[in-house]
């Protein structure tokens, strides 16, 4: 009898043990499972070098340090609430149709729990109904058209960084404080949606703070044009009192190799609304005087406390020097998404998707660049206040003076309210 | 009065770049029939070269006049060993393929090129811009321009008379119209047509390359240039007709022009001109300003 029975009971009992350490092992591989993010950022092509890379190697100095535990309180605990970070990086060159099968493929094929990522704004635009589709949580960590927000509502779509109409609003105001005699002023911004908006908002601006101040011309190349000699000699013979330009990166660089020999900064004032990755790059090419924005208080502009010093010390340690603002735009978006989820996980496990949306919406969170809340597009777009300066070369470097600070209500329009709206009505300060 | 001369000053120097970057690729077209998308690529390792190694060149302390040779002997030597290597290594083997074979050999090849840019000099930019501003510049319309803009204007007339005098009073440039002309009938009459074909890649590498290098002290040399740079020059070579050096030239000028226009009186056309002045030739005439009329062979 026992001869009979005792094979196939040992069999079961076998697979029982089997099975249950199975269970044991595929629970504890649960809780080691790291937590996989896409970071999507700039590899190749113009934005590589002055955005793509520096967010790059803040996003895995970032991510290492944050696995670690080494990062200042209240963000200590190592990872996101214990569990490790994983990166998977994808190049955000080649176009918003790109974007879109790339975000499919994070989320569908490389199975990424988180995206971060995304600093063209025409990338943004197009991803952002794709991530809510997808169900995805993504966070938008530096683009900067208000539209994401304002023409449309997202469950899954949050950003961490404030949108570009207070570029322009303290950019104008920056502008009139220390040349109030403005009489014209000219632009030229990328003809895609960050140019676009950007040159509305701020001859919108203008039009309220300075209403006789015209506008001579208004310069639309395409994104990454390279060659600018007919826009320079159209800003040159507009004569404008002040130029207003939101280029970036390469096209910013080839712009100011190419105005600066003939004379166009010297006949007008510059300001560059994204200039200050550019600032350490082409010494020599950047005229005293120009006035210089970081799309917040990041960089140059960011505040000591430990957490500024925390993202210093090792961005310096893996690049050689300080980190730009796209750098202060990824770990805004890290540092938010963390709060999000060690909000939401209250018990021991993960937390679902819903529950760590619901801790995202309205969050207030410090960085490295201050206090920023998720106030706007129904708790998914974080406002901060701004700052902006004025170059001035000390020993053949690049350095910021007359820094001056604007605080969010005086830049930013209340919830509910479009931009150019809040802009044309008279920037009424909002309640925050 | 001064816009219109600056619209024309402007157009001629946007002309003249544009022909720069679009003769080597005519050139290859009209005697090989491949339409060589890697042509970007060369663009581009002609700028990172030049970038490389005049910008070595200054920082070592020479005389920084002498950059503009160094940026020429990096533009040749990039023509020189790419151009042998892609005709000899792998397009010989194509010849005889449909021309769409081709091009999609020569975009893969552009791929490959565009990693291995990445891999050489990495994803920061490089700056010339000293050869930019070392030659004074000059003052018309009460505009200042950089005396390298004429540089280019010569480079832009230099090429396209040489190009033409070689191929029109030369000897061999006249086996390689037969070569154009007719391939099979050339080799039967002793021509080298595998020597005509690797002989025009390597030139037109080295215009490539060249195109690249006298680009370089106006930008930020960075990944991606050479793809901008390849729908442009493939604007102009279909414009002006594919394969016709005058064509290219006269495509490169009306498009400088309208550009030029567009930028001074309605900068909002200025993403359209260049694809508004390509839609009506091409409607007009659909090969091309200087297509060259095809014999039909029984």
């Known amino acids: ?432 | 009065m001064s816009q219109l001369l600056a619209v024309l000053i402007d157009g001629l120097i946007y002309s003249s770049w544009l022909f720069i970057i679009a003769v080597g690729l005519t050139l290859i077209y009209g005697v090989m029939k491949i339409l060589n998308i890697a042509h970007g690529s060369l663009y581009a390792l002609g700028a990172y070269s030049a970038a490389s190694l005049a910008g070595y060149w200054i920082n070592q302390g020479h005389a920084p006049m002498g950059s503009y040779a160094v940026m020429l002997v990096a533009a040749i030597l990039v023509g020189l060993i790419a151009g042998p290597v892609i005709e000899r290594g792998l397009l010989r083997f194509m010849y005889g393929k449909d021309e769409i074979v081709l091009v999609l050999v020569t975009y893969a090849v552009f791929l490959i090129l565009e990693d291995f840019v990445k891999l050489v000099w990495g994803v920061d930019p490089y700056f010339l811009y000293q050869p930019y501003s070392l030659l004074g510049s000059f003052d018309i319309a009460d505009l200042t321009y950089p005396n390298y803009n004429l540089v280019l204007f010569a480079a832009a007339v230099l090429i396209g008379v040489v190009v033409a005098w070689v191929l029109t009073r030369t000897r061999q440039g006249k086996m390689l119209l037969a070569v154009i002309h007719d391939r099979e009938m050339s080799a039967a009459m002793g021509i080298n047509v595998g020597r005509v074909y690797f002989i025009t890649f390597t030139v037109g590498a080295i215009l490539g390359a060249l195109g690249g290098a006298l680009t370089a002290p106006m930008i930020s040399v960075q990944p991606g240039i050479g793809a901008e740079t390849i729908v442009l020059a493939f604007a102009v070579v279909v414009i002006g007709g594919l394969g016709s050096l005058p064509g290219a030239a006269l495509a490169a000028i009306l498009v400088g022009l309208v550009r030029s226009a567009a930028v001074h009186y309605r900068p909002e056309l200025d993403l359209f001109s260049i694809y508004f002045v390509m839609a009506i030739v091409l409607i007009v005439r659909p090969k091309g300003l200087f297509s060259i009329p095809e014999a039909r062979k029984i």
Request: aromatic share 10%; net charge neutral; hydrophobic share 40%.
């Open chain 1, 1 to 432: 009898m026992n001869g009979i029975y005792s094979r196939p009971l040992k069999a079961v009992a076998a697979m029982l043990a089997g099975a249950a350490l199975t269970i044991v092992c595929t629970s504890g591989h649960a809780q080691d499972k790291p937590i996989r993010i896409g970071l999507v950022t700039f590899l190749s092509g113009p934005a590589a070098g002055p955005f793509g890379v520096p967010a790059k190697i803040a996003a895995e100095a970032i991510v290492d340090s944050l696995n670690a535990g080494k990062v200042p309180a209240p963000y200590n605990a190592k990872g996101f609430a214990g569990t490790p970070l994983e990166l998977t990086i994808i190049d955000e060159a080649g176009g918003a149709t790109k974007q879109v099968t790339e975000l499919r493929n994070l989320v569908e094929r490389q199975n990424v729990d988180f995206v971060v990522g995304y600093i063209s704004s025409g990338d943004c635009l197009a991803v952002a109904p794709v991530a809510e589709e997808l169900k995805k949580i993504t966070v938008l960590f530096d683009c900067g058209t208000p539209r994401v927000f304002e023409d449309a509502s997202y469950k899954y779509v949050f950003r961490t960084r404030s949108h570009a109409t207070m570029d322009a609003v303290a950019g104008a105001m920056y502008l009139l404080e220390s040349r109030p005699a403005t009489q014209n002023f000219g632009g030229i911004n990328q003809n895609y949606a960050w140019g676009q908006d950007s040159w509305a908002d701020f001859t919108a601006v203008m039009a309220t703070l300075k209403p006789d101040a015209k506008i001579t011309t208004s310069q639309m190349p395409k994104f990454g044009a390279g060659q600018y000699g007919p826009e320079i000699s159209a800003l040159l013979q507009s004569n404008s009192d002040v130029i207003h330009s939101s280029l970036w990166g390469g096209d910013l660089e080839a712009f100011m190799l190419q105005g600066t020999p003939r004379g166009l900064f010297a006949r007008s004032q510059l300001i560059l609304v994204a200039g200050e990755p550019y600032l350490h790059r082409l010494p020599g090419n950047i005229p005293d005087g120009t006035i210089v924005g970081a799309r917040g208080p990041n960089g140059v502009f960011a505040q000591k406390s430990p957490l500024n010093d925390w993202l210093r010390q090792i961005y310096k340690e893996r690049a050689d020097v300080y980190p730009n603002y796209p750098a202060y735009s990824v770990a805004l978006a890290f540092l938010g998404l963390k709060a999000a989820y060690e909000k939401a996980r209250l018990t021991n496990a993960a937390p679902a998707t819903e529950e760590i949306i619901k801790a995202f919406e309205y969050l207030s969170f410090d960085s490295p660049a201050g206090k920023v809340m998720m106030k706007l597009g129904k708790g998914h777009q974080a406002v901060t206040g701004t700052a902006y300066g004025s170059t001035l070369a000390v020993d053949g470097q690049v350095t910021i003076g007359n820094i001056k600070y604007y605080p969010l209500e005086r830049v930013q329009p209340p919830e509910g309210v479009k931009s150019i709206d809040w802009i044309k009505s008279g920037m009424k300060p909002g309640k925050w």
